[in-house]
């Protein structure tokens, strides 16, 4: 039946395509299949996004794509949603395909064959130039039998490690405490394989061997079919690719697969509730980032009575030499020094404290009233507070004209 296909020339352009068939198209992938393929893509290039930045958390690019993404939080936030997403889509696409087994009875083209082995050793044989022809291949080539059951695979093992990470507590429960570090060993792990084998080996096969647009348009032609599924085309052109369904048969499976599945998705939607909600992990018990006060108020040791004894010389009146430059620098220079300068502010020298200050002088000889520093430290609630005592002694020393020495 497979009348105008030469299949021992695929490799070649289809001289034998007879012109009728040259724009001939077919239906790889239904709307629902490239729906599907885009959710689970965009969901799995976010997970191996923001999972492989946790995994290299030191490297500078990961560094800037966190902080690019706003923050670790934010980071492990989108992982989870990214991971519920593909938990969803993966609970579709098992009654996807539970539906095209029981319902549709439809060929189980994705199942690993010794077809495939043969296959395999027959294109890799081709690849080195051993062979002239490649396999010819059905529906699913070695080639993408292979990325599927990997995904399968991965899928079970980021899904059971993730849960152990997701809920540590509930997992401590059941297995010794070392299968957690143990179980993001294997995520990051396996995370890796599953990145790199979508970029290397799916990548290469859809877009740099040849730029298969089927996961766009949904539709392979007759060159693409020939060349790469020829087993395929040929059912195709027998007719017997897709098997047909006695329309009485197909209710009655129905009547059976819809409340079947329907109770098997809720239980696993419930079981995804728990994965998600069961208990407060990391995410929840370390606290988020908060607005704190960058300096935390000094509490310094009460000076045995530094001043008094100071700025009081014999001859009565304080100066800055005499003691005012003391407690300054003892008091308020860690913070308003010349390299500081919190508020513009340097009380460190005498020159400075006369001319620094964000909104003016701090020290305007003979007028304490209008001298930033009484002011500030009149209103209170200042880092470092003077006692009311030291604070008329330095509007004493103000008032005064504010000597040096
Ligand atoms: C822990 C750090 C810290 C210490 C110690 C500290 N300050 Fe300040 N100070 C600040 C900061 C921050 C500002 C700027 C914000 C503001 O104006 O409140 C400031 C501002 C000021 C200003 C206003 C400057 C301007 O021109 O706006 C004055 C005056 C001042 N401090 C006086 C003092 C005095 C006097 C002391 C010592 C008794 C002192 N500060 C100790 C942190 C400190």
Known sequence: MAENINLTVPQESSPNASAENKG???????????????????????????????KYAEAPLSISIVAGLGGIENTRTIHHWAA????????????????????????????????????????????LGLLKHSAQQGRYTFEEKLEYWAVVWGTIVMAVTGYMMWNPIA?????????????????????????LSIALWHLYHV???????SMFTGYLSEEEMLHEHPLELADIKAGIANRP???EAYKRRMRIFVPSYSVIAVALLVGVYFFVNYEETAITT??????????????????????????????????????????????CGICHNSTGKLGGLDLTSYQAALETGSSGP????????????????????????????LLDQLRDWIANGAPES
């Open 24 to 54: 001939k198209k077919y239906l790889r992938w239904d709307l629902a299949k490239r729906i599907e393929h885009w959710i689970f893509m965009l969901s799995f290039t976010a997970l191996g996004l923001t999972g492989l930045v946790q």
């Open 207 to 213: 877009i740099v061997k040849h730029f298969n647009r």
């Open 84 to 127: 519920t997403i593909m938990m969803l889509v993966t609970i579709y696409h098992l009654g996807a395909v539970a539906y095209r087994m029981y319902v549709r009875r439809v060929r189980l083209t994705m199942l690993p064959t010794m077809e495939d082995i043969r296959a395999a050793i027959q294109s890799m044989g081709y690849n």
């Open 286 to 331: 370390v606290p988020p980032a908060e607005q704190v006060v960058v300096f935390a108020p000094l509490t310094p040791t009460p000076l045995p009575s530094p001043v008094p004894t100071r700025t009081s010389p014999p001859g009565g009146l304080a100066s800055w030499q005499g003691g005012i430059g003391d407690l300054l620098n003892q008091r």
């Open 245 to 247: 369904i006695d329309p």
């Open 362 to 389: 701090a020290v305007i000889p003979g007028d304490p009233d209008n001298s930033p520093l009484i002011v500030k430290q009149a209103q209170g609630g200042h880092p470092e507070q003077l006692s009311e005592e």
């Open 171 to 195: 997992t401590a429960r059941f297995l010794p405490g070392e299968f957690i570090p143990a179980a993001k060993a294997a995520h990051g792990g396996e995370a890796l394989l599953a990145v």
